[in-house]
């Protein structure tokens, strides 16, 4: 089976996409990140090239003399429009291994990712799907660590809904193993942290341990489905997403603890709790004072 060590990674400046190279060129893989804008990382076997989904002339000098290939998609309601055209270019140009990374929320007979997941699965010779929760990060690094910050609330329409938020930093150790990995995977990858928290349980919290008081404001799927439409989202793709949260708190969808980054990477994932006080420098209030 081929060595890989040429990697792949669309989404350059993702959250997954950033993390996995630092670990890949720590280990001392050869890493291109791909996307409309990605800033060279200071590194001798990293380097950065100009991609765009919709300009399929930018494919083939992403994909030359690669190995394997981590795909974030294009934020749409039917991806696989762009994307498997993509990897049949990298099957054609003697690329084996793809890594997708999916969600948890969205099962393989869904829209978004589940038909490409499908797809992937039947067609790629060696292939993974990363389905993570939601991320850690976006109490420390996304619009709800501003809300926090500016309005001492996270919010959302998950109700009572549970949710086994994950690390960012956790994914990327098992896309680690997914594309490197000797024997490839040829599976999808449940990621979620430790246990699984309402928002209610994450502000407590935070608050427990940053000293920053923290409440949980509930608003409706329409608010969030008009919330995702000022972020410039289509209508039907902003409506798919604003009813995964109350798929979330009806169906308890995300509502689940997995072992599978213990089992890939040989570590615990880590929990919340670790996250926040790991970032509790983030959680400085400059116009109360408060930390």
Known sequence: MKTIQHILLTGGQGKTSSRIA????TEGYHVRRAGRST????????????FDWNNTSTYAQALQ???AVYIVVPVMMNPEILVIPFIEQALTQGIQRIVLLSSASISIDQPVFGYLHRWISEHVPQWAVLRPSYFMQNFTEA???????????VSSATGDGKIGFVDADDIASVALHALTDVVPHNTEHILTGPQSLTYQ?????????????????????SQLEQHLLNAGLDSEYASFLAHLDTQIAVEGIEDRVSDCIEKVTGKPPKSLRQHIQNHRHLFVNTAKGSV
């Not at 800033?39 to 090239?49: G, I, R, T």
């Not at 619009?143 to 609330?153: D, S």
């Open 22 to 25: 630092k670990i890949l060129l």
């Open 39 to 50: 800033p060279s990382l200071q590194h001798p076997q990293a380097q950065s090239v100009f």
């Open 65 to 67: 003399n690669m190995d």
């Open 143 to 153: 619009q709800q660590a501003q809300f926090i910050l500016e309005q001492g609330i």
């Open 201 to 221: 349980e994450v502000a407590t919290l935070i608050t427990e341990v940053t000293g920053l008081p923290v409440t949980y404001h509930p608003i409706s799927e």
